[in-house]
Each structure stands twice: as structure tokens, then as C-alpha cells.
């Protein structure tokens, strides 16, 4: 490799690294608990425990449980309707109008097979919630998102460049090589190298789906628009329904239609997901990984006839199933462990980067003891 080039390439990891280490040892730091976030609001008792369905019990009709939720706060309407995956709950979310934004929305939970109230899990409070908030955007929003999105980006370029000013010397050198014998920094930029080589795939993995979802509201937002306003023309000009058909019957034919898939929620007219003459009835697959994959049923909110099966681009998809590949929570507890083992492998390599930084004697220093690691001569 050529001198101009391996100070190019050094300059570029050591900035990244730089200008992104702080931000990755706070999202590892963060992320470590979240992993296991199910199995501490178990033993924490944060998670609600629903009593399970006696013997021969089956779900109730949807009409039923919407009107059983209405009646709590009959001055709002339904909005969103939705099934746990894991137990009998449903919920129903209602706001004194469609547009009503998520925090002033009533919600009620509920037995499906009872009607009977069920306590709601607290997720906008506690330790763990402070934790997803400063993993995600650093309270900031929008903005924090896509800040966040761009130093996972700069983590995927520091380990890239990384990889190009180490894969020459790792090649005259046993993997896995540890000189305890020359210099103390030398030990700690073989551990560097070493924990880097081992944990690669996986840093490029969660990196490159950490930055994606970041991305994950504006995408959503964009597609669901283009895929109502593809249909929503010939709706131009008619009334708001004034009376809306069954929704579980609307339930009944998304299954239909899609067959094989699972309903997630229920939008209401109005609710930005649907259009403002449709039920938008979200189907999910059944194992998973697929259950993070929604596909939407419009359904005519006046008549209860299908309208369109819009299907997702490949962006929504690949948006999706990052999600669950970001947390490693597609594959079990096992996965969930080896998904902690990495994390903490990269907070290890974040603090030996530190170290060989505070350590440094000087760039020009530091480049010409790299290239004499290396093997690599200048050429003018």
C-alpha cells in the first residue's frame, strides 16, 4: 500500500472513530440492557402477565369490544385496533377526533375472550423507557434519530477503513497474534485488531440496521402516503362516511385475502394510515421474523368490500425485518445472548481505541510505527 494512501485511509479511521466512539459506547452501553428488555419487564413486574383463557373460550366479536371500549369515553371515537401476539389482550385506542396525536389519545386493554379490563403496560415510563429513548434519538426527535443514524454510519466507515490499514498485516501474522513482549500499546492494538477481526460481520450488521431505522418514520410516513394517494382519486369528492360498516367484519375479509398472515391492527378512517374512506387492516406474518412484516388491507369503511392490497416496496420490507435483526429478538434467548456477547466485545474495542489514542505520540509517530507493523514502505 502506498504512503499517500495508508495516511489517507488512517486519517479517515481515526476521524470516524473519533467523532463517533462517545456516541457508540452510549448506544452500546443503552442497547445491552434493551436486548433482554422482555425478560426484565418479566422479572421486574412491568410487563403485564394476562390470566390465561378458560378452557373452550373464544375471542369475542370486534364490534362488541370496540363498543365495550367506546363506552368508557363515549365522546371519542375509535381510532387504532390491535392484537397481543403473545396473550389474549387486545387494546383500542380512541380520540376526540381521527386526527386526535398518539399522546391524547384514551387507551382501553382488554380480555378479548372476557371484555374484562386488563392493566395496561406503562411504556412511555421507568428505567427502561429512559433507556429506549436515549438508544433512539437522544430525546431530540426527528433530529436525534438521524443524528444517531449518522454516527452509526461513521462507526460502518471506522470499522471499514479500519479493516484496510489492518488486513495487510494480518496477513503475516497468525490470527488472533498478542505481542505482550515489545510495548504495552502494541498489546493494546493487537487487542484492538483482534476483538475488530471477530466481531466484523456483526458490527457491520447492527450498524448498517441501526443507521436504516433510523430513517424508519420518514419512510413509513412516505410510502403509506403514496400508497393511499394511489387509490385515493376515485374517492375525490365523496362525503366522509357518515356510518361505517362492521369492522369485524372487515377483519374477516382481510383474512381472506390474505391468507396464511395474522391481523396486527385496525386503522380507522382518517388516522393518516388508511385514507379518510377506508379501514386499513394490518396483517403480519406468523413466525419471528415475518411478524414484523405488515402488509396492509384497505377495506371500504361504508360498503366492507375490498379495495386494495398495496403492497410494500422493497425499502418497507428491508425496513422491517432490521428492526428485529438491529436487537437480535427474532431468534430466542440464545440469540439474545450472543447478540450481549458482541456488544460487549464492541465496547471493548471502543475502549481500546481510546486507549491507543491517549496513548499516541503525535501523528507522523504513529503513522510510521503503524507502517513498520505493517511491513508497508513509503514511496514518494
Known amino acids: 500500500m502506498k504512503h499517500g494512501t495508508l495516511r489517507s485511509w488512517f486519517w479517515v479511521h481515526k476521524w470516524t472513530s473519533l467523532l463517533c466512539t462517545l456516541f457508540l459506547l452510549l448506544l452500546c452501553v443503552t442497547g445491552l440492557p434493551l436486548i433482554f428488555s422482555e425478560e426484565i419487564g418479566h422479572l421486574t413486574g412491568s410487563a403485564v402477565e394476562p390470566a390465561p383463557p378458560s378452557a373452550g373460550s373464544k375471542p369475542l366479536n370486534v364490534d362488541d369490544l370496540v363498543a365495550t371500549a367506546n363506552a368508557k369515553y363515549p365522546a371519542d371515537v375509535p381510532l387504532f385496533f390491535g392484537w397481543d401476539p403473545h396473550s389474549t389482550g387486545v387494546y383500542v385506542n380512541l380520540g376526540a ?57 461513521l462507526f460502518v466507515v471506522s470499522t471499514v477503513s479500519g479493516v484496510v490499514l489492518y488486513a495487510p498485516f494480518m496477513k503475516k501474522q497468525p490470527f488472533g497474534v498478542f505481542r505482550t513482549d515489545r510495548s504495552r500499546r502494541l498489546a493494546w492494538l493487537d487487542l484492538h485488531n483482534l476483538l475488530g477481526a471477530a466481531s466484523i460481520v456483526w458490527v457491520l450488521t447492527v450498524g448498517v440496521t441501526g443507521a436504516f431505522n433510523t430513517i424508519a418514520g420518514p419512510l413509513q410516513s412516505a410510502w403509506q402516503a403514496d400508497a393511499v394517494s394511489a387509490f385515493a382519486a376515485k374517492y375525490e369528492g365523496r362525503p366522509l362516511p357518515s356510518k361505517l360498516a362492521s369492522v369485524h367484519q372487515a377483519i374477516e375479509t382481510a383474512k381472506a385475502a390474505e ?23 394490518f396483517m403480519s406474518g406468523t413466525s419471528p421474523l415475518t411478524a414484523q412484516l405488515y402488509r396492509p388491507v384497505l377495506i371500504d369503511a361504508a360498503s366492507g368490500r375490498l379495495t386494495a392490497q398495496p403492497k410494500a416496496p422493497w425499502y418497507i420490507t428491508a425496513l422491517l425485518l432490521s428492526q428485529p435483526l438491529h436487537f437480535g429478538n427474532y431468534g430466542g434467548l440464545a440469540l439474545k445472548f450472543i447478540w450481549a456477547l458482541f456488544d460487549l466485545l464492541v465496547i471493548a474495542i471502543l475502549v481500546s481505541g481510546v486507549v491507543l489514542w491517549l496513548r499516541k505520540s503525535g501523528d507522523t509517530g504513529r503513522l510510521e510505527r503503524l507502517k513498520t507493523a505493517h511491513g508497508v514502505e513509503a514511496v514518494a
Open 97 to 153: 377526533e381521527p386526527s386526535t396525536p398518539a399522546p391524547k389519545m384514551n387507551t382501553v386493554v382488554m380480555d378479548s375472550h372476557t371484555a374484562r379490563d386488563m392493566e395496561a403496560p406503562q411504556f412511555n415510563t421507568g428505567f427502561m423507557y429512559v433507556l429506549l429513548r436515549l438508544h433512539t434519538d437522544l430525546y431530540g426527535g426527528l433530529v436525534g434519530y438521524l443524528f444517531l443514524g449518522v454516527m452509526g454510519l
Open 259 to 281: 391468507p396464511g398472515m395474522r391481523p396486527a391492527f385496525v386503522s380507522w378512517p382518517g388516522t393518516g394510515y388508511s385514507g379518510d374512506h377506508h379501514y386499513g387492516v
